[in-house]
């Protein structure tokens, strides 16, 4: 009986300073994602060909970073990453105030076991480049040191109509996720977790939100842009190394 091929696991990657989680990508077990753990700094040369080393040696053939600033791009680049996504990058400041924003739906807490939910949201919302799996559902929970993690529901309805993960660090707030149910976009809903998300941010003391978003997605910066948040040139980058060459 043929065994199936077990996929690797995520690991942490470290060289000095340095550190990097490779886990496989979302849907691909042959691909890999790298998640810089050292956000806003670029890792040195050595750790980037020792990252490739090690998704070699574990039997990917092709290689992703997350979204990276152009200064965490360099080491990248100069190892011989290529762009495959380009994101708009977008920030306001959270003492501005808040629209308001009125959904006709619930949000609350969001608890373990809505995760199936939320994962059947976010894959109905995004196309399958930014599809979340579980594990990366988990790393956008654990990206920063406090979360908000929120879902949305009409009365009437048995599914979620949206969820939004909101992160903290220091004075800085982060949309890190939102996903609206299809049958839901256009509502407000989006527009109702984003304020709640802000105003979290703001009772914690944050002074500064950001966000990004692929810069096709006209419907989300649409969104953001109405919410009072700005474009940050020149954006970031995801990049993509084929292995396999």
Not at 26 to 34: F, K, P, S
Not at 147 to 168: K, N, P, Q
Not at 193 to 201: A, I, S
Request: hydrophobic share 40%; glycine share 10%; proline share 6%.
């Amino acid at each position: 009986m043929m065994r199936r091929q077990r996929e690797p696991a995520a690991e942490t990657l470290r060289l000095g300073q340095d550190r990097l989680r490779l886990r496989p990508w979302a849907g691909d077990a042959g691909t890999g994602l790298l998640i810089l753990l050292t956000p806003g700094a670029a890792v040195s040369d050595s750790m980037a060909s020792a990252a490739i080393e090690a998704a070699t040696g574990r039997g990917y053939n092709r290689l992703r970073t997350s979204a990276l600033s152009g200064i965490e791009s360099e080491p990248f680049i100069r190892a011989g990453f290529e762009p495959c996504q380009v994101l708009a990058l977008l920030s306001r400041p959270i003492a501005n105030g808040f629209p308001s924003a009125n959904s006709g739906a619930a949000i609350r807490r969001a608890r373990r076991r809505d995760h199936s939910s939320v994962l059947a949201v976010d894959h109905a919302a995004f196309e399958p480049f930014w599809h979340l799996d579980q594990a990366g559902l988990y790393d956008a929970l654990r990206a920063t040191p406090f979360r908000h993690f929120r879902v949305a529901s009409h009365e009437a309805d048995t599914g979620l109509a949206g969820y939004a993960i909101s992160g903290r660090s220091g004075p800085a707030g982060y949309l890190q996720r939102l996903a609206i149910s299809p049958s839901q976009q256009g509502q407000g809903v989006g527009a109702a977790l984003v304020v709640d998300g802000l105003r979290w941010m703001a009772r914690w003391g944050a002074t500064q939100a950001w966000v990004n978003t692929p810069k096709h997605n006209t419907g989300a910066l649409r969104l953001y842009e109405r919410l009072g948040f700005e474009q940050v040139p020149p954006g970031l980058q995801v990049l993509e190394l084929d292995l396999a060459r």
